[in-house]
Structures are given as structure tokens and as C-alpha cells.
């Protein structure tokens, strides 16, 4: 383990709204999980007890203590997928690269998982490998599914339109659903949030399309202005305190399913937007805010 990384990526984020959760990520980035040497040096250098840090390790399936492969292959067990013919998927996938879902292949390459729903669930059975979703998989597209993941993700063509998809979000807070079918937007219901701006408030709805940035809303927020989001049920603030890839500015974060997260920006016109795997955001948090 390099001491000096993980001393940079804590000095990078103690202190922040959410800065447990980003060094564990990046730790879990760099290493592809989460080593123990890696975790006594966070809590000696947050001062956070070991104990509640593997709280947090343990409460967020993104996190492994176990080495991962290279690639991660997660296949939806939810209800949905299930009854789509989801175990026959998980039985080819361990048929081909002769491991359980649990498992690490020999060499290192992939990481076979189950999860349950990511919120995708007209699109089952569904799998997600290394973050890219692949829709009505059947049992003859695992070859390929494979063999994509070993030669690598083409950045554009074809396959990149797999990754705009329908997805349903629930609030991390509350539970409740934030899909408004009243005001589809792109043809499928929208995600209706909260938008607070200088003393105003109002209507914010944003495409439901993963991949897709359409929203509109009434004129309180004026475009490019950085609101502050929160659900319309319980009124309670949604951002995560992680930073938009597009321009910076606080993300919020919705619970996709129950095993993923979808993070929206909150500068109103700005189309950045991301999906964690396996890091549902809960209405109960064992860090509390911050590192
Ligand atoms: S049940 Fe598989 S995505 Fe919802």
C-alpha cells in the first residue's frame, strides 16, 4: 500500500460534506477494494475509530474488503429481472468464467456480484459491468458481454446508447418516489425534485433517461444558477456532497432501486449527472455529515 496516496486522497477530502465516503471510493478506486492498512491509516489521520469506519464499509455494497477483479460484473436479482430470467443470466455468467457470484476469478480479470433492482427494472434482466449497463441480456449475450469487458468499452458507437436507459428514483430521505408521471419529459415520467434559489422555490423536472440531461421547470431558478435541491415529501435537502464532473458544483444524490445512486447536479441547466453501483444513499447515514 503507498501511505503517501492515501494520506493525499484524505488531506484531498477531511473536512467536506460526505468526505468519508469520497476517500473510501478513491481508496477503493486505486486498490479495486478496500485494503486494512489503507483503513488504520484513514482513521489515524480523521480520527475517526476503526470500528466506524467499517460501519460505513460494511453498510454501502460498493465497498469490498476482498481484492476485486479488474472488472465487475453485477447481475440484477430484483423481482423485475428475476422473473425476466435473471438466475439463468447468473448461471451463465458462472458457467463461462467458473466462479460464484462472491467470487474473483484466478486471474484477476473479472469479479462476478448479485444485486438487487438498480432501478432499471423495464429493462431486465439487467447486468452492469464496470458501470456500463446492458439491457434484456439473455443468456447468449453473455459471450459477447465478456468479451467486450476483456478488448474494452468502445467510448462512442452504438453500444454507447445502451447507457440511456429509464431509470426510477426514490428519495434517499423519505423513501418516497420522485417519478412524476404527470410531467413526462422525453416520453417517460419525470424525476420531480424541489429547486431553491435566492429566497424562491419551485418545480424542477429532469429527464428520467440516464444519459439524458432535458429538464424544465418554472422560472424561479434562472439558468445556470446553483439551487439547492430537495425532495418535494419530506422537504429535506438532497445534496451528497460530491462535486459535478461538468462544472464543480454540489451534486445530489437519489436512490436508484435500491442498490445504486444517482447523483444529478444542481446548477440548473448543467447536464452532469452519475450512477453508483451498489452505493444507494439510505435516509440513515453511519458517518453522520463529514469526515
Ligand atoms: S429488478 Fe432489476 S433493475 Fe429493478
Known amino acids: 500500500m503507498d501511505e503517501h496516496a492515501v494520506e493525499k486522497i484524505v488531506a ?39 470500528t466506524d469506519i467499517y460501519a460505513v464499509v460494511t453498510f454501502y455494497k460498493a465497498f469490498s474488503l476482498k481484492p476485486r477483479g479488474k472488472h465487475l460484473i453485477s447481475v440484477c436479482l ?46 431486465g434482466p439487467t447486468v452492469v459491468v464496470d458501470q456500463r449497463y446492458f439491457r434484456h441480456v439473455t443468456t447468449a449475450k453473455v459471450p459477447h458481454i465478456l468479451e467486450q ?36 419529459l422525453e416520453g417517460q415520467a419525470s424525476i420531480r425534485l424541489t429547486a431553491s434559489f435566492a429566497g424562491k422555490m419551485g418545480a424542477l423536472h429532469l429527464s428520467s433517461l440516464y444519459g439524458n440531461a432535458a429538464a424544465a421547470g418554472d422560472d424561479a431558478i434562472p439558468e445556470g444558477a446553483l439551487a439547492v435541491l430537495s425532495c418535494p415529501h419530506c422537504g429535506r435537502e438532497l445534496a451528497d456532497g460530491s462535486d459535478c464532473p461538468e462544472c464543480g458544483a454540489t451534486m445530489a444524490a437519489l436512490t436508484a432501486g435500491s442498490c445504486a445512486a444517482l447523483h444529478r447536479c444542481a446548477r440548473r441547466g448543467c447536464p452532469g449527472h452519475r450512477l453508483d453501483l451498489g452505493a444507494a444513499v439510505r435516509n440513515v447515514s453511519p458517518e453522520g455529515k463529514g469526515a
Open 12 to 50: 484531498e477530502h477531511h473536512g467536506s460534506l460526505g468526505g468519508m465516503l469520497s476517500v473510501l471510493s478513491e481508496i477503493q478506486a486505486k486498490y479495486r477494494y478496500l485494503p486494512q492498512d489503507a483503513l488504520h491509516k484513514v482513521a489515524a489521520a480523521t480520527g475517526r475509530s476503526l
Open 149 to 184: 469487458a476483456r478488448q474494452g468499452f468502445p467510448q462512442s458507437g452504438a453500444d454507447v446508447d445502451e447507457r440511456v436507459f429509464p431509470i426510477h428514483v426514490s428519495c434517499p430521505q423519505c423513501g418516497q418516489s420522485l417519478m412524476d408521471a404527470g410531467h413526462p
Open 78 to 123: 430484483g423481482t423485475a429481472c428475476h422473473v425476466r430470467g435473471a438466475p439463468k443470466i447468473v448461471e451463465e455468467f458462472r458457467r463461462q468464467l467458473g466462479i460464484p457470484p462472491g467470487e474473483t476469478t484466478p486471474d484477476k480479470e473479472f469479479t462476478l456480484e448479485t444485486v438487487n433492482c438498480l432501478g432499471a427494472c423495464a429493462l
